[in-house]
């Protein structure tokens, strides 16, 4: 076990401790091992800031680990070392310290960039609910993370009879998040200041996020899903959370492209009030309503968590290859209890 930081309790990150304990706790049915709202959130965060994917990790601790198991599952999905400004920053996001000087350098460098985002793209993002970063990586960055897709999945890109080998893949969701070339949308400054400006902030964390390879409708492969849903707690009132999906390759709207429900975000408080006493809101989505986002490589779509959306059946002749990303605010504040 090798770590890029002075030897301490759990590897330089105190935190470890008490996140496995606590999880190993509610898995054995101590609902109260979950903690508040506010500790949720720093859960939420710990985990993003360790660079580790939330579905990777809840599989993982469904084997019941030691902490030294989990601390080296930690190292080895960082290939075995954790940068030094990555434990600070973990560090600090639990403890409300102050941040390392490399974070506080980004997000210097964010504030300095030029928006990405016009007002015109401000305009439609108010209106609709997404907007569409376009070039958000560069081609090189995208043709990488494309390769590195189909690598996994075990398909040729140019050989459709590889396309639907289905028992490599978690239905269109790819469970692969630590990649080198999937690190160039993480990183990327231009990404940075998307949500930068739909937050209208900086400091922001990165999920881990897994990657998404939907191949043609056929005989041997019909689409499995996610329909219209969401990935927000349908209690109103809802507050604002940004998602996004990268595409990897250039994605047509009958290619299985990323569908929402433009503009659902303003009357969704409402509308949820509105629903009589035990209605399931998916049984109630206007899917007549749904549009589905063409793009190409290297377009970023960023929406509203009040969207329904999902994915669609692709009746192209490609696969859809895409990466998930989203970021949200670091240290919100909590109401006093």
């Not at 403890?95 to 350098?105: D, F, H, I, M, S």
């Not at 928006?115 to 907007?131: N, R, T």
């Not at 949500?195 to 041997?220: C, H, I, K, Y």
């Not at 009040?306 to 605010?329: D, F, I, K």
Request: aromatic share 10%.
């Amino acid at each position: 076990m090798t770590v890029d930081e002075p030897a301490g309790a759990d590897f330089g990150i105190p935190a470890l401790h008490d996140f496995w304990s606590r999880r190993l706790r509610a898995l054995h049915g101590d609902r109260s091992a979950q903690g508040d709202a506010r500790q949720q959130y720093l859960d939420r965060m710990f985990v993003d800031s360790l660079g580790v994917g939330a579905e990777q990790l809840a599989r993982f601790f469904s084997t019941m680990p030691t902490l030294e198991a989990l601390q080296q599952f930690v190292l080895d999905c960082h290939g075995g070392t954790i940068a030094p400004t990555r434990v600070a920053w973990v560090n600090a996001l639990q403890a409300g310290t102050a941040y390392p000087p490399e974070v506080l350098q980004r997000h210097a460098e964010v504030r300095a960039l030029a928006p990405v985002l016009g007002a015109g793209d401000l305009a439609f993002w108010h209106e609709h609910g997404y907007v569409v970063l376009k070039q958000a990586i560069t081609p090189r960055e995208c043709q990488a993370a494309f390769t590195a897709v189909h690598a996994h999945v075990g398909a040729d890109a140019d050989d459709p009879r590889t396309w639907h080998a289905a028992h490599r893949r978690q239905g269109i969701m790819v469970q692969l998040f630590q990649h080198p070339a999937l690190e160039p949308a993480r990183t990327s400054l231009r990404i940075h200041k998307a949500f930068a400006q739909l937050w209208s902030r900086e400091d922001l964390v990165m999920t881990t996020d897994r990657v998404g390879f939907n191949p043609p409708e056929g005989a041997q492969f019909r689409f499995p899903g996610p329909h219209l849903h969401w990935d927000a707690v349908l209690e109103p009132p809802l507050s604002l959370g940004i998602q996004g999906i990268l595409y990897l390759s250039d994605t047509p709207a009958a290619q299985g492209a990323f569908t929402c429900i433009p503009g659902f975000q303003h009357g969704i408080d409402d509308w949820l009030r509105s629903l009589p006493p035990g209605v399931d809101p998916y049984a109630r989505i206007p899917a007549d309503a749904a549009r589905p986002i063409a793009g190409e490589a290297g377009d970023l779509i960023l929406w509203h968590h009040a969207l329904p959306h999902g994915s669609s059946p692709n009746r192209g002749t490609r696969p859809r290859v895409v990466q998930y990303l989203t970021m949200y605010p670091a240290r919100p504040v909590f109401p006093s209890p």
